[in-house]
């Protein structure tokens, strides 16, 4: 006895779009082997009518599909704005760093990649210069006289008495940057400098990076041409890219321990991290790299959900303020295992202290590692590993097994049902641990927690977890604002610094937000960047005192009711003094 067609099935048996109608012929026709004729009327196609789409698909002139769109950005103002410009100019014979810097200085910016980008897509090719060039005027021209300083300690007697720039908001970073008093910070991480450069002017040079988001040290070239960036790290000129990664391979991981210990400890003085409650998250996170280097090993990297060639980094988020305090790109796959125990220790030299809790996933350790964990008095709570014993048992559940506890959540998964064990035996756990089935929590599966905290309350517990994923959270933001997913580039920085100043730049801007009031509470850091750190200005010098004048724009009233002081003392200014003023 023949089926009855399910419900929906006439929108294959009698197509109505064309292209979909084409394709049932052809279809017919090839696959299923009919007649011209037959394959025809099935969709309502004469024979000469089917016998021309034959003709022109052989021919391969019919197209039914729509080809994939390609990935990124599907429009792109800033290109489009400068793209006439971009053509004229190269016309002219300017090179792509010329061009950029032409364009900045005209109020419509855009960097070398994208005007790279444009002359690619407009059909130029490459600028090959003679044998003897003639001398460029432009100060962001690679390899050629670009007429700028040698990077050096800022000479203020030759410092302009007015300068125009497109990055007045970065000074704004200086106030709190002083008061985590970043020279201490250096001198304890024992970053070495010279006379010409101290450290802390390499290390606000590579900073400046950061706030200003620029994705690769290669495009330091960028911000070589503004006063600001330069007046930021107290030098005439930042360092070029090739001076900055050098200067990256010359520190180890011991200089960067050293700096976190030094920033936590301020943090904790600042509030930025709590030293009581000391309940972190933890969360490992891949650096991909893009090229062909068999020396790094091949890590799970979410955002491709494959295994590929990078760099795994460790981050300890401080669960009270949700700001970052520890991070380590000095890891392997025989290390990350007791990667908690190396921020354990990291704890207790910062406090006196180990930890109070930690939470994580169930991939950042072992079971014996949560052993020596327990043996040490540290609570954790993390995820159990879905064995088929394990399932089986959740599966045996009954519905009188479990109780329903309400959350302090907002959203519709604020009442989960949770069946509880006291005592839980693990293959490699030398002890029990307290385990709970969780279900409700917006996940298909029941979501199982252990932990060696039989004092916590259970809602207290779900709730902490549930926080936990506020980590994953703030390595997004990371990543977008401080370009932490950035391993590629025509020259490599050392990645282990390049993560701890991620954790610095966040630091800054947790303590910028705190300023702003409740209002930007929970701002992310592309959202302050973007609003306040990419604000144009003028800077005024006299005798003692550097005066920034922020631009009118749409967010200057929130500066003005800022806690931003009026005046700062900037030791690596020579003591002169920053005062911030809005327009």
């Excluded at 400098?193 to 200003?212: E, N, Q």
């Excluded at 049902?417 to 917006?442: D, F, H, I, M, N």
């Excluded at 700062?568 to 327009?583: D, E, H, S, Y």
Aim: positive net charge; hydrophobic residues 40%.
């Amino acid at each position: 006895m023949t089926a009855e067609p399910a419900p929906g099935s006439e929108f294959f048996t009698a197509p109505s779009q064309p292209n979909q109608r084409r394709y049932e012929a052809l279809r017919a026709y090839f696959v299923e082997r009919v007649s011209v004729a037959s394959a025809g009327a099935r969709v309502g196609y004469t024979r000469s009518s089917m016998a021309s789409l034959l003709r022109d698909f052989r021919a391969g002139r019919v197209q039914m599909f729509a080809p994939p769109a390609k990935p990124g950005p599907k429009s792109a103002p800033a290109k489009d704005r400068a793209r006439a410009r971009v053509v004229e100019l190269r016309r002219e014979g300017l090179s792509v760093y010329e061009i950029s810097s032409r364009l900045r200085a005209e109020a419509t910016p855009l960097n070398r990649t994208g005007v790279g980008q444009i002359l690619a897509e407009e059909g130029f090719g490459r600028l090959l210069r003679g044998p003897a060039p003639t001398a460029s005027t432009s100060p962001g021209t690679a390899g050629r006289d670009t007429r700028l300083p040698r990077a050096q300690v800022i000479d203020f007697a030759a410092f302009p008495a007015r300068a125009d720039t497109s990055l007045a908001g970065l000074l704004l970073m200086i106030p709190d940057l002083v008061a985590l008093d970043l020279p201490a910070l250096v001198a304890k991480a024992g970053y070495p400098g010279t006379a010409a450069i101290p450290a802390t002017s390499r290390i606000l040079s590579l900073l400046a990076l950061k706030l200003t988001a620029t994705r690769r040290v290669s495009h330091v070239d960028d911000l070589l041409a503004d006063p600001a960036s330069a007046l930021f790290a107290g030098l005439s000129v930042l360092p070029k890219k090739s001076a900055l990664t050098d200067y990256s391979y010359r520190l180890g991981h011991d200089h960067q321990q050293r700096f976190l210990a030094a920033l936590d400890q301020k943090m904790i003085g600042a509030g930025l991290a709590t030293a009581q409650d000391a309940i972190f998250d933890l969360d490992f996170h891949a650096v991909m790299h893009w090229g062909a280097d068999p020396v790094l090993e091949k890590h799970y990297v979410p955002t491709r959900s494959q295994r590929s060639r990078s760099v795994l980094t460790f981050f300890a988020q401080d669960s009270g303020t949700h700001n970052l305090v520890y991070a380590n790109a000095d890891i392997s796959k025989a290390t990350q295992n007791r990667e908690v125990i190396a921020f354990c220790d990291h704890w207790k030299t910062v406090s006196g202290n180990d930890p109070a809790m930690l939470i994580m996933d169930q991939k950042v350790t072992t079971q014996q590692v949560l052993g020596e964990l327990d043996a040490r008095g540290v609570k954790f709570a993390t995820l159990r590993m879905r064995s088929p014993a394990l399932v089986r048992y959740i599966n045996a559940l009954t519905s009188s097994d479990y109780k329903t506890i309400t959350l302090d959540r907002p959203g519709r998964h604020n009442r989960p049902k949770v069946a509880e064990s006291a005592a839980v035996t693990l293959t490699s756990y030398p002890g029990t641990v307290r385990q709970l089935v969780v279900t409700g929590l917006g996940r298909e599966a029941p979501t199982v927690i252990i932990t060696n905290n039989h004092d916590i309350k259970t809602r207290t517990l779900i709730e902490q977890y549930a926080r936990r994923m506020t980590i994953e959270q703030r390595l997004a933001e990371i990543i977008q604002a401080f370009c932490a997913d950035a391993l590629s580039s025509t020259v490599n920085l050392n990645v282990d610094l390049d993560i701890v100043l991620c954790v610095l730049a966040q630091a800054l801007l947790a303590a910028f937000r705190a300023r702003l009031g409740p209002g930007y509470t929970t701002a992310t850091p592309d959202t302050l960047q973007r609003r306040f750190l990419d604000t144009p200005g003028t800077i005024l010098s006299d005798t003692d005192t550097i005066t920034v004048v922020l631009n009118r724009r749409a967010y200057s009233p929130v500066l003005r009711q800022s806690d931003l002081p009026a005046d700062t003392v900037v030791p690596w200014w020579q003591g002169r003094r920053l005062r911030l003023q809005f327009a």
